[in-house]
């Protein structure tokens, strides 16, 4: 009988405690439509410096732009209040930019790693378009092969170049190049 009651107190207990949490993003699984969430993992809990470690209620591996912007866009819209959503690369950020307690974390490395080289004649200037989720040695190896190189490129080659670009990109080259975002000549913001 004691058995019964402390049981139904928890219940009790754990079913107030959910209704009056001031995190609305607690339920699961829900609607977002085409897009698929899924459940937090250990790496989109933590990063490089080991420093902080925030579990999100989701992970969102997109496979365009377009799957984040519908992700924002159902964020925007609906009654969930606020929201963090953070943007995750290789996971190098020391910390905890690229963690959302509570939010969701997207996946940036599950874009389409997509380089195209643009190889510019006399006089004119070559440049690479380039995916935020690709690595900065995936874009040195197809420069290469064409005959180019990065202007400036980071020390540590094994990172995202969207990562190091939403910090300003510095490296051994910013003496004489300037930083990495300087090196830009258009970004796609998605809203």
């Known amino acids: 009988m004691e058995i019964a009651m402390v049981c139904t107190r928890v219940n009790l207990l754990i079913l107030i405690l959910s209704l009056c949490s001031p995190y ?55 009654s969930l209040g606020k929201v963090t959503v953070a943007a995750r690369g290789a996971g190098h950020s020391i910390h905890g930019q690229a963690q959302a307690l509570d939010g969701i974390v997207v996946e940036m ?46 020390d540590y080659l094994y990172i995202t170049i969207g990562g190091t670009l939403s910090n300003a990109g510095i490296s051994g080259q910013t003496f004489k190049h300037g930083p990495q975002i300087s090196n830009v000549l258009q970004l796609e913001v998605v809203t």
């Open 109 to 154: 490395r599950s874009l389409p790693a997509e380089i195209e080289l643009h190889k510019g004649g006399e006089g004119d200037v070559s440049y690479a378009d380039v995916s935020g989720g690709a690595m900065w040695i995936e874009l040195l190896e197809q420069s290469l092969k064409a005959g180019l190189a990065p202007r400036s490129w980071t």
């Open 24 to 78: 609305k993003f607690i339920q699961s699984p829900m609607d977002f439509g085409p897009l698929n969430l899924l459940p937090t993992t250990i790496a989109a809990s933590s990063d490089f410096g080991r420093i902080l470690f925030h579990s999100p209620s989701a992970v969102l591996k997109p496979q365009s732009p377009r799957d984040i912007s519908l992700l924002l866009s159902f964020l925007s819209a609906s």
